[in-house]
């Protein structure tokens, strides 16, 4: 079982409020991610960190922010939702290393809803 | 890049029947290939994984085949359950890049009581 966990689980906001989405991990990870998923539909990585201090953005392009001050620790920030960024947002963590097959774990996602 | 295309996107069995689930990568350097199961609400997790120097791997009732050749993978789950009902996820990544997966579009297993 991974520890990895995320808050809020669900959220409903107007729009134009910021939000901030909560995303730690207690196994010492230095790899961390957020992937967007609308739902039973594909994962789209829209940020991911290789440590402290380092962010990049993913494959799919996101209005949002990330940073990682933290180990354990990779918020995810919308500075003025839209209705467009209803979605679920899953983070997840795996080990550094150069060997193959580094397993990720994913956490039971945030659902955000923006009226 | 990689892409990796997953069929069928959904699948409906009796229960006690096999279900198989079908992916293909493009990327030939591509060496790890792990299966997610998400159930409704959760986030996906990692079922079973294979890595390219291995053709098959099993755990119980669940199965991983594995054709470099051909550049595709397939999920073999056997004496399936009602709880085996989720979306099952395909991903794969390549040697270039071992910081992220590509995941497949996911396939809507329901398995009929």
């Known amino acids: 079982e991974a520890d990895i966990y995320q808050t809020p689980r669900y959220l409903v906001i107007g729009t134009g409020k910021k939000i901030t989405l909560e995303c730690s991990q207690t196994?010492?990870?230095?790899?961390m991610y957020w992937y967007q998923q609308d739902p039973g539909m594909e994962l789209h990585l829209i940020h991911y960190s290789y440590g402290v201090n380092s962010t990049e953005k993913g494959d799919l392009s996101s209005e949002s922010t990330v940073s990682r001050i933290r180990t354990e620790h990779f918020p995810l920030t919308l500075e003025s939702a839209r209705p467009s960024h209803t979605s679920q947002y899953l983070c997840?963590?795996?080990?550094w290393g150069t060997g193959v097959g580094n397993t990720i774990y994913f956490g039971e996602g945030s659902w955000l809803t923006v009226v | 890049g990689e892409n990796v295309e997953q069929h069928p996107s959904t699948l409906s069995v009796q229960e006690g029947d096999s279900a198989v689930i079908k992916c293909t990568y493009s990327d030939s350097a591509s060496n790890y290939f792990p299966w997610y199961k998400q159930e409704l609400g959760k986030g996906p997790q990692l079922i079973i994984d294979i890595r390219s120097n291995v053709g098959e791997k099993k755990d119980q009732r669940i199965a991983v085949t594995l054709n470099k050749t051909a550049k595709h993978f397939s999920l073999h789950i056997t004496e399936t359950q009602p709880e085996d009902s989720a979306v099952y996820f395909c991903?794969?990544?390549?040697?270039?890049?071992?910081?992220?997966?590509?995941f497949g579009s996911g396939t809507r297993l329901l398995v009929r009581p």
């Open positions: 997840a963590s795996s080990e």
């Open positions: 196994m010492g990870h230095d790899k």
């Open positions: 991903a794969a990544r390549g040697m270039d890049s071992s910081y992220k997966l590509i």
